[in-house]
């Protein structure tokens, strides 16, 4: 079975500083990696996807995770965060192939400070 | 690219009605349909999984008579909340996978039994 672990239920930065939230998975398959953000109310936005090419991968909005086979991690981060980015982030898991369905982290609430 | 309508996107409904969500495809055909459930600063869980023209599979726990999901075409797939009671008020989401490598989520409907 797959899962995923967000080590961080909540992430407060200061605006312009970097960002990192961080995510463990766990697959029995070579997995497809996802990132998602979630405003308040509001639904999904996909910000980035890993499927087995390059590691290091950028997404929207000046973010980027890199796919770490041997710590088992798809952190994701931002260099300078912006208060725009204040969210919900979820880290995703599913097979690299057929109907399976998403499962998803518990979430990683994201502060940005003024 | 890949979109899906959910509607509607709000409704309050009184204790013991039912209460009919779609997710409808409109640019692709999606075969597999998955419903999930988000409750309040919870993530999001996996209800339900519908293939075109067959029966869907519901998650352990998730109740099929109360949940009744309709995937009778390739670009429609609906949930009705049956005698809806104010535990069920939550936020549903649909995610539809097609023939592209992707998912595809609904913008999501806040569900309030009162």
């Known amino acids: 079975a797959q899962s995923v672990t967000q080590l961080d239920s909540h992430v407060s930065v200061s605006e312009g500083t970097p960002v990192l939230l961080r995510c463990n998975y766990s697959s029995s398959y070579s997995p497809s990696l996802f990132w998602y953000v979630q405003h308040p109310n509001k639904g999904l936005q996909l910000l980035l996807k890993y499927t087995s090419a390059a590691t290091l991968v950028k997404g929207i909005n000046g973010f980027e995770a890199e796919f770490k086979k041997s710590e088992t991690s798809f952190h994701l981060t931002k260099p300078s965060a912006h208060m725009s980015d204040a969210a919900e982030y979820f880290c995703v898991v599913s097979e690299p192939s057929g109907n399976t369905p998403l499962v998803f982290g518990k979430g990683t609430r994201l502060s940005v400070i003024a | ?114």
């Not at chain 2, 899906?4 to 409704?11: E, F, I, L, T, W």
């Not at chain 2, 009605?17 to 600063?41: H, N």
Request: glycine share 8%; net charge positive.
């Open chain 2, 1 to 114: 690219g890949a979109v899906v309508s959910q509607h509607p996107s709000r409704v309050i409904c009184k204790s013991g009605t039912s209460v009919k969500i779609e997710c409808r495809s409109l640019d692709f055909q999606a075969t597999t349909m998955f419903w999930y459930r988000q409750f309040p600063k919870q993530s999001l869980m996996l209800m339900a999984t519908s293939n075109e023209g067959s029966k869907a599979t519901y998650e352990q726990g998730v109740e099929k008579d109360k949940f009744l999901i309709n995937h009778a075409s390739l670009t429609l797939s609906t949930l009705t909340v049956t005698s809806a009671h104010p535990e069920d008020s939550s936020f549903y989401i649909c995610s539809a996978r097609g023939q592209f490598d992707g998912y595809t989520f609904g913008s999501g409907t806040r569900l309030t039994v009162v």
